[in-house]
């Protein structure tokens, strides 16, 4: 079957899938109290959407059932949030310049990344500019701001548990993207380079 080539090409294939997660966000956050938190990490769930829309066509892509799965929790995760976590924010300095630093960081990381975005672990081209100079894994980085910072907001069993699963995710789909990008003699020259994955001096 011929297919659309280029950007038109990619999002025809993914705007639908785009366009569900953004509808779902939407929905979520606007059918429970309104407050700053919500909002920060309704932008970083709105930005995962538009960059899934455009995301470039991989070179090589995972496929097993254990990299599926932590690939969608780490991105649907905190979606979670939105269900389980209706307490209104308490609105904390801290909390507030966690998660706006996060986004900031977040829209940098997409930044440097380009369209090279995805969710499943895949190759699509091997990216070593911007904060990719810092760490292997910089928009992983970001959530963590994004999503202790609600905790902070939201400081619920619910909020806590969802991201403690989040990030245990997110370290799993870590090791499962470089499993497929350490394929490459690039990433290999790149992981000598950068040593830390997602926050130095610990991972």
Same mark, same amino acid.
């Given at each position: 079957m011929q297919t659309i080539g280029g950007p038109?090409? *990619?999002v025809v294939r993914n705007g639908?899938?785009?366009?569900?997660?953004?509808?779902?966000?939407? @929905? =979520?956050?606007?059918?429970v109290r309104w407050d700053w938190s919500k909002a920060l990490l309704l932008c970083q769930l709105t930005l995962l959407a538009v @960059? !899934?829309? !455009? *995301?470039?066509? #991989? =070179?090589r892509v995972s496929w097993r059932l254990d990299h599926l799965f932590v690939a969608l929790f780490g991105t649907f995760g905190? !979606?979670?949030?939105?269900f389980f976590v209706t307490v209104p924010s308490r609105e904390s300095p801290v909390g507030i310049g966690m998660q706006a630093f996060g986004l900031v960081f977040a829209l940098l990381s997409l930044a440097s990344l380009n369209?090279? !975005?995805g969710i499943l672990p895949a190759n699509r081209g091997i990216k070593t500019g911007g904060l990719y100079r810092v760490v292997r894994h910089p928009i992983y980085a970001s959530y963590q701001f994004l999503h202790v910072g609600y905790v902070v907001n939201h400081p619920t069993l619910e909020a806590g548990v969802i991201v403690w699963c989040t990030l @245990?995710?997110? =370290?799993?789909r870590i090791v499962a993207e470089e499993q497929v990008l350490a394929e490459d003699p690039a990433y290999q020259a790149y992981m000598? *380079? =950068?040593?830390? *994955?997602?926050? #130095? #001096?610990? @991972?």
């Amino acid at each position: 079957m011929q297919t659309i080539g280029g950007p038109l090409g *990619r999002v025809v294939r993914n705007g639908l899938p785009a366009a569900l997660t953004a509808w779902y966000t939407w @929905f =979520v956050y606007g059918a429970v109290r309104w407050d700053w938190s919500k909002a920060l990490l309704l932008c970083q769930l709105t930005l995962l959407a538009v @960059f !899934f829309a !455009f *995301r470039r066509d #991989p =070179v090589r892509v995972s496929w097993r059932l254990d990299h599926l799965f932590v690939a969608l929790f780490g991105t649907f995760g905190p !979606f979670l949030l939105g269900f389980f976590v209706t307490v209104p924010s308490r609105e904390s300095p801290v909390g507030i310049g966690m998660q706006a630093f996060g986004l900031v960081f977040a829209l940098l990381s997409l930044a440097s990344l380009n369209w090279s !975005f995805g969710i499943l672990p895949a190759n699509r081209g091997i990216k070593t500019g911007g904060l990719y100079r810092v760490v292997r894994h910089p928009i992983y980085a970001s959530y963590q701001f994004l999503h202790v910072g609600y905790v902070v907001n939201h400081p619920t069993l619910e909020a806590g548990v969802i991201v403690w699963c989040t990030l @245990f995710a997110q =370290v799993l789909r870590i090791v499962a993207e470089e499993q497929v990008l350490a394929e490459d003699p690039a990433y290999q020259a790149y992981m000598e *380079r =950068v040593r830390y *994955r997602l926050l #130095p #001096p610990f @991972f």
